[in-house]
């Protein structure tokens, strides 16, 4: 990889028009929202629901992010599909679009063992011309990546971190200690609550879903962490992680943030994944939106 990805990256919404289909200017306007605060793109994650986008879809997404993005922040397309030829087609074809890397997911419903975890991200990495990540978040696949899999990976040239999106800090440690003596290999933190602890431990990044809804709050875990002011880091941390912990108790993490989105003026439409929102959900998340829609002098 020519350049290491270091920072936020925000794991972006996909807008939908009110007829249902993908809103590439809508997106667009998402996209801007996060360069303001110099937070990059990670695309078609489970915050952009790619479980209920088609293929045609997904790369209408990556190529709209890329093209607004323009060089100014590093975009990385999520790829996990269920096969791994599937995994390739669609690797290959946003590898073309100019990504800086991709994020693969290990296989859903699919239940697997580690040798052949290993088998499915090496005929990736070896077919798709760009960085890749591996993605690991069991409680959505059920298939866990262990820290020892994931050494055995940054063997490959091509395997160049991990997106740990297990929850845990005990997770998240168990890769930094894997990574400690690997220079070519990254570990980013997926669950919010952990991208400050994250970057004191070692992480380049982290993937943040809350960003969507405050852009800002995380953007400042990582300036100050960058500048050196580790009190300032950890003051945006409690920030993020109070709207965390308040948004997440309502609904599936992902709707809700979608949710809180449009309640603070964004446009980015509702979700497709089935999440009904009760009045007293869509009161609570107005409340939420509110509380945290202004970030404290930090």
């Known amino acids: 990889m020519s350049k290491k990805i270091q920072g936020v990256l925000t794991a972006i919404v996909t807008p939908f028009a009110p007829t249902g289909e993908v809103c590439t200017q809508r997106l667009r306007t998402q996209v801007q929202r ?73 296989p859903y419903f699919v239940p697997l063992k580690q040798n052949e975890l290993i088998y499915h991200y090496s005929a990736i990495a070896d077919a798709v011309p760009v960085p890749v990540f591996l993605y690991n978040i069991p409680n959505r696949t059920g298939n866990t990546i262990e820290p020892a899999t994931a050494a055995k990976l ?63 709050g995380v953007s400042l875990i990582w300036k100050h962490f960058r500048d050196g002011n580790i009190e300032k880091s950890k003051a945006a941390q409690d920030f993020i992680s109070g709207l965390r912990k308040d948004l997440y108790a309502i609904a599936f993490a992902p709707a809700a943030v979608k949710k809180a989105a449009l309640m603070l003026g964004e446009d980015v439409g509702d979700s497709r994944y089935p999440i009904v929102f009760s009045e007293q959900d869509l009161a609570a998340v107005k409340e939420v939106a509110a509380k945290y829609a202004v970030v404290p002098a930090l």
């Open 34 to 106: 996060q360069i303001k605060y110099g937070n990059g793109i990670f695309c078609n994650g489970t915050n952009g629901e790619f479980f209920v986008l088609d293929m045609a879809e997904k790369l209408l997404v990556t190529e709209t992010c890329v093209d607004e993005v323009a060089g100014k922040v590093p975009v990385v397309a999520h790829i996990g599909e269920i096969s791994t030829a599937t995994t390739i087609k669609l690797g290959k074809a946003v590898a073309a679009m100019g990504v800086d890397a991709v994020s693969v997911i290990a």
């Open 154 to 216: 940054a063997e490959h040239p091509n395997i160049v971190g991990i997106k740990d999106s297990a929850g845990s800090y005990e997770s998240l440690k168990g890769f930094l200690d894997a990574a400690k003596d690997i220079p070519t290999f990254d570990v980013l933190s997926g669950p919010d609550h952990l991208a400050h602890q994250g970057f004191l431990e070692g992480c380049s990044a982290c993937i943040s879903g809350l960003a969507n809804v405050s852009p800002e």
